[in-house]
């Protein structure tokens, strides 16, 4: 097969996905069972309970046999990442240490000021995620050098396994120990300055590096995508080192040189860092979100790593910010169930109640868990000695999440019991009440609670209505109300989980691989035209010498192309490509074919006719694909086609009877046959019209050859 792009050669392929494992990749967005040979999970595609996500290592294929969908390893990153193949190739070349090609310049645009531009940034970017997993990688290796600091982690349950998956560190208590690194080992010091590592210092040009470290003395959280890149940092103050003369003062504060030191600190804001959209742990939980359908928000980077610890995997943190729209997207596409876990003493009240409120604006109801009072869920989880297991804390965690009510209702519930105070607290608690309400995107959710906050309120209908109105989101909502669309499309009574699939198709079309001609060309374009059946007495290659038109086996003038994988094409299909026992019945089957039709034929549906004609056009290569090396599913191939194909190939058993395929290889005759016979007959009346008597003779003799097949292939069935 030729490559898609003049660029991304076979070759490249065939290494990263030497480089890159498959279940690997899958392995973190699914989590994935053996199973037989290959390896299920929930599909990451479409919603569904039971698993029907299938996993091949020895292959390197998926295929899900609820949603069809498919593919190999470059199609899984695309898909899942919604990137481009170009893009796709570049992070996973990155990934697996595969060298790009010297003239390599990524997507090439048009505009080659733009282009330049483009590649500038991307440049950049790439160059910032590699500084700071540089960075991380020398906060992580510190932590084994500082003692104390290991054992601050150790206490809070955090043993050798946790660390490496999290991959956390420690800053040192110097000021400058990460900006000597960075000077000695020719780190871009101005991108470590812009990505707020370190700073400029004054003080330290006369004898140090020049610049001091913003993370000082801290236990060190790197903070990843759910690429899987280090997007930034978030450091929590550690107690002052033993021996240090701050010790008994107030360390921190000192160190930092501030008056006061914030027990939390994140990167700043930067081009590859922003709170709203990053999520503490995401990366590494995602599939148990996906799993359990829930993601649990708690406060503190330590608290994810509890609750991991704990067996609670899908706990993630937000990072210093409050909680966002683009979270709660992020979130929505892996799970439906968002579970705060809060303070017990209910400090949080107003992060709370905004979150919650950001929840309604997109329709979704939040869930709220209360911890103890005035204990932290690693305080549950760990005993803050030993670092041990507590010895029940993995069931009173759990009852705690089980404990999970909507927020909506409780606050509701809340002011319901406070307006037993009197008319003015009856007042309030309407207005609150109506303001949630006023907000909340989802009609049917808003309209069951209207109904019951009247009973409870003992209020009428349009006195609800009008403290409603107030909030400007409801009258909006009533205006809009007559629209095509009753329900949000995010709401979660009409969509439970995942709307669309974990990420939305949004790849850059500019950055679509350069491929202007179809990856499997159909040779109709190099027929001879009808009007000249000459070249047919050459009899030279088939491909020419048949006297009509083909395009595609199905694709005739006269019948409608399929747009629908017959059974008995994806049976044909996959018994081709699997190969094996069905090898002999196929070469045949292809042996016996009339002089002028292609195995290619016997497909109704035109992709997979296609297919199949360029897969036998080199004799070798159908003997490849099937030995593994599948650079067909790289290009552009039919979603329909490329599922039949995968899950032949993945099937641990044969997936057909012999019996079923010899049926699908007789009836696609037949069809073709006849197809076939239609096609000599319009060129008979074209030879008549044309009065060529020698052209219209040959036809002739050809018809009834084909009808005479065609009744073998008839009578076979009558006797079958
Ligand atoms: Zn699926």
Redesign the pocket.
Known sequence: MKPSSGRVTPELITKIKEAVNLVDVIGEHVVLRKAGANFSGL?P??AERSP??SVSETKQLYH?Y??K?SGDLLTFFQEIHGLSFMDAIEELAERGRVALPKDWSGNSSDDPEQKARRDAAMEKQQLAYKLNRFVAAWMHTTLPKLPYAEQYFRKRGVDADLARAFYVGAAPAGWDALAQHLVQTKAPIELAVELGLIRPSKKQQAQGPGYFDLFRNRAMFPILDLRGRVAGFGGRMMPPPPGSPERSQDSNAAAAGDKEAPKYINSSDSFVFQKGKLAYGLYQAQKHVRLLDEVVLVEGYFDVLALHAAGFQNAVAICGTSLTYDHLNMFGKLGSKVTLLLDGDRAGIAATERAMETGLERGQVLYGASMPVGLDPDEVLFDQETGKATSDGHERMKAILAGARPLLDTRIDECILEAQQGPEARTLALKQIAGWLSIFKDPVGREIRMESVQKSLEVSRSLLERAMGEGQGYQAQVQTKRGPEAIRPNSPISSPKKSGGPVAPVANPVARPQNPKPAMPSDSQQEPPPGHPASSSSGENRAQARPVPRSGGAATRNSRPKTVLSNRDKVLLGALVRGGQYAELMSNAQRSLPPKLLFADLFDYPPASEFVAALLEDPGFLENFRAGSDQVLQERIDPQVRSTITEALIAGEAPYQISEVKLALERGLKRALERFSQQIMAAIAEAQANKDAGLEAELMKEYLDVKRKIKEFTSFYDEA
Do not use: M
């Open positions: 599909c595609f479409h029907s996500f899900c609820g949603c969908k």
